[in-house]
C-alpha cells in the first residue's frame, strides 16, 4: 500500500499501527542501504522492517527505509539481528548518535538531547510496534520519562553518570566510564559549556523515534519538542567533570 511519498506493505503497516506510521511524518532525510542519502519528498521511499527473537525474550525488530528498487517495503527475519541490537543498545557506541545541546533558564540550565541513527524495535502485540529497547536500557540505568517541557522538567540526578569537559573533546559517560556520546568540543558551544561547569551539572535527555537522530544533526528544535510531547523521550541530571 502506498501511503503518500511511503510505500508500505500490509504486514508492515498493521506490525507498525497508526502511531508507528504517523512518526513517518517527522522524516524529512533517510539513507538507503545502497549509501545514498537524500530527501524524503522527492521520489516514493520504501518502508521495511527486519526482524529476529532469541529463545525466551520478545520479538526485537528493526526499521528501515530505502529506495524501493533498493529494498521493497517487507517484513524480514534476520537471524542473528536480535543479539546484534541488544549489544549495541549495551555498547551504546557514541559514533552512531547524533546530539543537540540548548540552555534553559532553570537549573540545571545546560541541556544535551542526543538519539542513535538504529532504531531498535520490540513488540507488545499486533499494531502495536514502539521504539523501546533503547528507552528500556536508559531507563534501568537510572533515567526517567519526561512528561514536562524540557524548560521547566525537573528530573533526579542520574548516579554514576556524567558530563566529561575536556580540552578539546566532550563525553557524556555511563556508569562504567563508558562514552555513550562523545563529540569534539566546537567552540560554538562555548556558552553550553560555560553553563553546564557553572552549574556543574546539565540534563541528559534521549530518544530514539524515527528521525530524531538525524533532526539533531539538522539542529531542528521542533522535533525535540514533538517527541518530548509525546512522551518518547527519558532524561536525568547528570554531574559535569572538567578534565
Known sequence: MARGRWVVAREVEELLGERGLRQLDSVE??????????????APVSVYVEWDQVEGGPPLYRLGLAHPRCRPSKLTRRPGLARA????????????????YGVRALRPRALLVWSPHV???????????GVDLWLRSHLEAGFRPLRDPLEVAELPVVEGWSLVVGADFLRLADADG???????????LAFWVDAAVADGACLA???????????????????????????????????????
Open 29 to 42: 532525510t533517510f539513507t538507503c542501504v545502497c549509501g545514498v542519502q537524500g530527501p524524503v519528498d522527492v
Open 85 to 100: 541490537l541488544v549489544e549495541a543498545a549495551a555498547a551504546e557506541a557514541p559514533a552512531s548518535a547524533s546530539a543537540h
Open 119 to 129: 532504531q531498535a524495535l520490540t513488540s507488545t502485540g499486533a499494531g502495536k510496534l
Open 178 to 188: 563508558a562514552a555513550a556520546y562523545e563529540q569534539d568540543r566546537d567552540p560554538g
Open 205 to 243: 535527555v534521549t530518544g530514539s523515534e524515527l528521525g530524531l537522530a538525524d533532526a539533531l544533526a539538522r539542529g531542528e528544535w521542533a522535533a525535540i519538542v514533538r517527541a518530548a510531547e509525546g512522551e518518547r523521550l527519558v532524561a536525568g541530571v547528570v554531574r559535569v567533570v572538567v578534565e
